[in-house]
C-alpha cells in the first residue's frame, strides 16, 4: 500500500494563479483532511470530509475550496492564490472504525511558494 | 481558547542522556490527547494516544504520560534516530469523534549527537 499520497511535491506559483493539490489514500479511509503547517505554527486544519461528497470547514478556510467526489480522492484548490498561502499543504485520512480517532495518517506533504 | 504549548522549543541530547519534553494543555473538556512524531521533509508520524489522566504507554525508547494539564514525552537512552520533531495534539469533547478536530502544538524539535 502506498497510504496518503499527494501531487505535486512542490510548486511555485505567482499571486492570482490558481492551482489544485490532489490527496489520494489507497486505505479505504472514510475521513479526510487538509492540514498546512507554517514556520513556529502548529498543524491548522482548512477543510475535512467526512465521507464520498461530503466536505466541512476546518480553522483557517478561507481562500481554499475542497472537493471529494471520489472517496480515495481529496481535492484542494487555490482559486487565486496569495503570498500568505505559502505554507506546507499536508493530507490526511483515517477511518472511524479503526484505531484511535486521533490516529490520522499523514501524507509527504506539498511545499507551496507564492511570490 | 483551547490552546497547546510545547516545550522545550529545541532539545539538544547526547546518546543515551535520557530527557522529557511537555506538552500543556488548554481545553474545554479532553476528548484525547496525541503525539506524533515529523521527521524533516516528511508528514507526521502517530505514536500515541492518551485518554485520561494517569494513563501511560510505551513504544521503545518512548513513554508518554498524561495529566490533567500536561502530557510528557520521556526519552529514555535516547539514539541518533530518535532525532525529530514531536508534535503534541489534543481533540476537545464539544468535537464530534467524527471529525477528529486537532488542536496541535507547534512541537519540539529533538537532536541527538552521538
Known amino acids: 500500500n502506498a497510504g496518503v499520497t499527494q501531487t505535486p511535491k512542490f510548486r511555485v506559483l505567482k499571486t492570482g494563479q490558481s492551482m489544485t493539490l490532489l490527496c489520494a489514500q489507497d486505505?479505504?479511509?472514510?475521513?479526510m483532511y487538509w492540514y498546512r503547517q507554517d514556520p513556529g505554527m502548529g498543524l491548522r486544519l482548512i477543510h475535512y470530509?467526512?465521507?464520498?461528497?461530503?466536505?466541512a470547514k476546518g480553522e483557517v478556510p478561507d481562500g481554499y475550496n475542497v472537493s471529494r467526489l471520489k472517496k480515495q480522492n481529496f481535492l484542494l484548490g487555490l482559486e487565486s492564490a496569495a503570498p500568505s498561502q505559502t505554507s506546507v499543504y499536508f493530507c490526511a485520512s483515517r477511518n472511524p472504525g479503526t484505531g484511535a480517532f486521533g490516529e490520522q495518517y499523514f501524507g509527504p506533504g506539498t511545499r507551496l511558494t507564492v511570490t | 481558547e483551547d490552546q497547546v504549548t510545547q516545550s522545550p522549543e529545541a532539545l539538544r541530547l547526547q546518546e543515551g542522556e535520557s530527557s522529557s519534553l511537555n506538552c500543556s494543555y488548554t481545553?474545554?473538556?479532553?476528548?484525547?490527547l496525541f503525539w506524533y512524531r515529523q521527521d524533516p521533509g516528511k508528514g507526521p508520524e502517530f505514536l500515541f494516544t492518551?485518554?485520561?489522566a494517569g494513563e501511560e504507554k510505551e513504544k521503545e525508547r518512548l513513554k508518554a504520560t498524561l495529566t490533567k494539564k500536561e502530557s510528557f514525552l520521556h526519552i529514555t537512552a535516547p539514539k541518533p534516530e530518535d532525532s525529530a520533531t514531536y508534535l503534541c495534539a489534543v481533540q476537545a469533547l464539544r468535537y464530534g469523534g467524527s471529525q477528529g478536530n486537532l488542536i496541535f502544538g507547534k512541537g519540539t524539535k529533538l537532536s541527538v549527537k552521538p
Open positions: 470530509s467526512v465521507g464520498e461528497g461530503t466536505t
Open positions: 486505505m479505504n479511509h472514510e475521513y
Open positions: 492518551l485518554y485520561s
Open positions: 481545553v474545554s473538556g479532553l476528548r484525547g
